[in-house]
């Protein structure tokens, strides 16, 4: 049996968890010889491996968005086109079969019926099917040719956070993979091992923010309406911060690309609807600057997630909270922490049970 160890809730312990997670997640899949990752279940030929030029993610809730994730990963460090497709969609398209097509199926519990039946569907096409799983044995575990465990340990809270970052840090992985096959030089790929290395204690710092997330929680835990706004690698992250406020706390938020809200969510803008903005450094982020000052001019409350050292941000941000800094491909691994905590804390001010919100299942085995 898992029990609290002292924590008030399983979700906290679980964003706590999240170094010893992470270094699982990564145990015996880096090599220095190789600047690869190695995966020992993949179940394919090196010439099936060598001949995909065609991915399709596919997935359900949290473990969809850590396939968003993937997308601007593997297209980023391994050139190849990656397709992202909610399960419950993918089951009824007939999508046209080409050969290199290759299926990864990203489900914590391996049981969801919709990526079960999507995994099936693309079998039966003839593509190889892998699964990103963590528990070993489940279904869609037994199914798949083969797959990926993220060894995150059991996750209670129905709102998923380790096993998140965990299938986060194994599309990062695969990505790796996938670029040493194709085009990624040795030295790039271990500049990207080196990075990889990093990230539990860069983790564990994050969560230093911890009392200063609360601090802004309480700040705000009265809001109606929340927006989430990144780009890029973290348009995503603002998609998974967005989904933890509404599963736990109640309180409607919409995650949206920052540029993309002009066109429609700017509209939910005043001084009662907070907007969480993504600020890692990076190419992006005058942009993103640019779009967060669009939403300061409508008299819009903005929390920052920026990297430490950003002085321009505190200047127009009502609230900063600072991550250590990281290359872009990471961020999503960091800025997703203090995501977490947010609603974490959000949740416990207004009253909510977080580990069991209403109307929720930690896996849904219906259609
Ligand atoms: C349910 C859970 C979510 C989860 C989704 C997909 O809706 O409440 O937290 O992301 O199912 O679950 P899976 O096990 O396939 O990752």
Redesign the pocket.
Known sequence: DVGLEGFPHYMLKEIYEQPDSLTAAMRGRLSDVDATAVFGGLNLTPQQLRNVNRIVLT?????WHAAMVGEYLIEELARIPVEVEYASELRYRNPPVEQGTLLFA???????AD?LAALREMKRKGHPSLAICNVVGSTIAHEADGGVYLHAGPEIG???TK?YTSQVAVMTMLALYFGRLRHLSYEAGQRIITQLRKLPDLVRETLEVNGEVRRIAAKYAHANNFLYLGRQFNFPTALEGALKLK?ISYIHAEGYPAAEMKHGPIALVDQHTPSVFLMPQGGVYDKVMSNLEEIKARGGPVIAIAAKGDKEIARLADDVIYVPVVEEFLSPLINIVPLQLLAYHVAVHRGCDVDKPRN?????TVE
Request: a negative charge; proline letters at 0%; glycine letters at 8%.
């Open positions: 997935a359900c809730g949290t473990s990203l489900t914590q519990s391996g049981e969801t990526t129905v709102a998923s096993a599963e929720l299942a930690k896996s849904v």
